[in-house]
């Protein structure tokens, strides 16, 4: 639910006045650890252009209720279905409607939210929508993680940063860096027994256990969210890359990163999370 209310004031005064200057630029990417706080930010800069009240945005003119509920013609908004990726299917058809005029304002609004989840296909497409717009437009894409942008994308973009100040630390800024959302933090919850069986997991792998693949089926079983499941996956490669970096376990760790970017293949596959579990077991009984 959008809520204007809930913004960035610092950025929120920021782009106030490059409006009130003229000088809105054409393409922005917020970066926010907070990625519903950037959202509700850019659908603010989104009223703010067309409020017909006094004291702008007022959130209560026909224009700001029908951008709110995301019934306006001129705002687009894009994010991953089902909370996988952005492929370029939701980003090709985006060239046709962003040529069109604007319906009822001076200037179109296209949000891409969770942007760190667009495919290296999407993240080319939509670099063609920034570099070549037709109509007036204002692109913003969201992110949590401005590392995880194509460089060519990001450069391209205008940069207003929402965590300056914030302190983030712990497991929540590894799975930021790792391109999970805030409500997908608040999802998991407390995996302390996630945990424990991954770690389970991750040691009867390398000592070539056959307990591995029960606790396979075990941890496929407790992961049932896909959000759980990208997080198992997150963590065996956190596991590896750890490895990697201790002499004495370099080669274990080298053997099961290589195995993980098989699991990513498969996984994009459409195979099912059991199936990549027992996958690795069985490679690692070899």
């Known amino acids: 639910m959008v809520n204007i209310n809930k913004i960035g004031k610092a950025q929120a005064n920021f782009l106030y006045r490059a409006y009130n200057n003229k000088q809105l630029a054409q393409s922005y990417l917020f970066v926010d650890s907070d990625e519903e ?37 001129d705002v687009l908004l894009v994010e ?17 409607e962003l040529a069109k005029s604007p319906v009822e304002s001076t200037r179109r609004f296209f949000f891409i939210n969770e942007a760190e989840r667009l495919t290296l296909p999407a993240a080319n497409a ?30 391209r ?27 997908e933090i608040t999802e998991l919850g407390d ?10 997991f991750y040691q009867e792998m390398l000592e070539k256990n056959s307990l591995a693949l029960v606790s396979a089926h075990r941890l496929a079983d407790e992961a049932r969210g896909v959000t759980q499941q990208r997080y198992v996956l997150i ?37 099912n999370f059991r199936n990549l579990l027992d996958y690795l077991a069985l490679q690692w009984k070899r």
Not at 44 to 64: I, S, V, Y
Not at 84 to 89: E, R
């Open 126 to 155: 939509l670099l063609n929508l920034l570099e070549e717009p037709i109509a007036p437009v204002v692109s913003i894409l969201i992110t949590n993680n401005s590392d995880q942008i194509l460089p060519t994308v990001r450069s």
């Open 235 to 271: 963590n065996l490669k956190l596991m590896a890359q750890k490895d990697v970096n201790d002499e004495l376990k370099r080669q274990a760790g080298a053997r099961m990163l290589k195995c993980l970017i098989e699991v990513d293949k498969m996984r994009y596959s459409n195979v």
């Open 80 to 96: 991953p279905e089902e909370k996988q990726t952005l492929g370029i299917d939701q980003i090709r058809p985006l060239k046709e």
């Open 157 to 183: 973009t205008q940069i207003v940063n929402f965590d300056d100040g914030k302190k983030i630390e712990g497991k929540t800024a590894i799975l930021i860096k790792n391109g999970f959302s805030q409500d």
């Open 191 to 200: 995996t302390n027994n996630l945990d424990q069986m991954i770690k389970y």
């Open 37 to 73: 706080e950037a959202l509700n930010t850019a659908y603010w800069l989104a009223c703010l252009f067309n409020c017909t009240g006094q004291n702008k945005p007022d959130g209560k003119c026909q224009n700001c209720r029908q951008i709110i509920s995301g019934n306006h013609p």
